[in-house]
């Protein structure tokens, strides 16, 4: 089976702090991706990876910048948190290039920002 | 450009009840369609896929029927548990040359009552 890892459940933080939301999966998976989800606005792409060092912006970038040193590991920064970056995240994964791939999630990460 | 419609909720159901989530997409190529479920305080876990024009996903007492006429892949089930209590994401997957691009529904939030 597929393990997505998010390495925390829940985070408290402070506005101002920068803060590093880790991801790591376990399957070669080209892709990565980031998501946030917030009630009534579904799931909005944040940053996605198709390789090692590389990124593309998704749908929300502003606020947000990403790093992909290693293939099996996206991390998400917020480098100035702030009070409208509470939300839940989603990190995922998937195969390049195969259509019944589906994406795999991680179990999210819950950020507060105070 | 490429989206997808679900039916929104939430929807309230006693158990035993039949259940039918609706979603349409628009895709200007041709799509894998997945339906996901979040379970309270949970990430996104796939439940069922098909890739192609007729093909019906099909997992845990839940089905959905790829239509290419009606561009449509609605979520069923004819006897809904207590478990299945949780929010249902419609997902479609394109290839195109900037990579893969998943694009998400709203999700619909189903509650089954004793």
């Known amino acids: 089976d597929v393990k997505v890892t998010q390495s925390s459940r829940y985070l408290v933080k402070r506005t101002g702090e920068k803060v590093f939301l880790e991801c790591v999966q376990d399957m070669d998976h080209e892709n990565m991706f980031w998501y946030r989800q917030d009630p009534g606005l579904g799931l909005r792409l944040i940053y996605f990876?198709?390789?090692?060092?590389?990124?593309e912006k998704g749908d929300i970038p502003e606020g947000y910048s990403v790093s992909r040193e290693k293939k099996e590991r996206f991390s998400l920064i917020l480098e100035s948190a702030s009070t409208n970056q509470t939300s839940m995240y989603l990190c995922a994964s998937s195969f390049e290039g195969r259509r019944l791939s589906p994406l795999h999630f991680g179990n999210g990460t819950r950020l507060t920002v105070t | 450009g490429d989206s997808v419609t679900q039916m929104e909720g939430p929807v309230t159901l006693s158990e035993e009840a039949c259940l039918t989530i609706?979603?349409?997409?628009?895709?200007?190529?041709?799509?894998?369609l997945f339906w996901y479920v979040q379970y309270p305080g949970e990430g996104l876990q796939l439940l069922l896929k098909a890739t192609k024009a007729d093909d019906k996903g099909s997992n845990k007492g839940f089905e959905a029927t790829y239509r290419k006429e009606t561009t449509s892949f609605h979520l069923e089930k004819g006897s809904v548990q207590v478990s299945d209590s949780a929010v249902y994401f419609c997902a479609l997957r394109l290839l195109s040359n900037t990579g893969n691009q998943f694009y998400f529904g709203t999700g619909t939030s189903l509650t089954v009552i004793p």
């Open positions: 990876s198709y390789d090692v060092k590389m990124k």
């Open positions: 609706n979603c349409t997409y628009t895709a200007t190529g041709y799509p894998s």
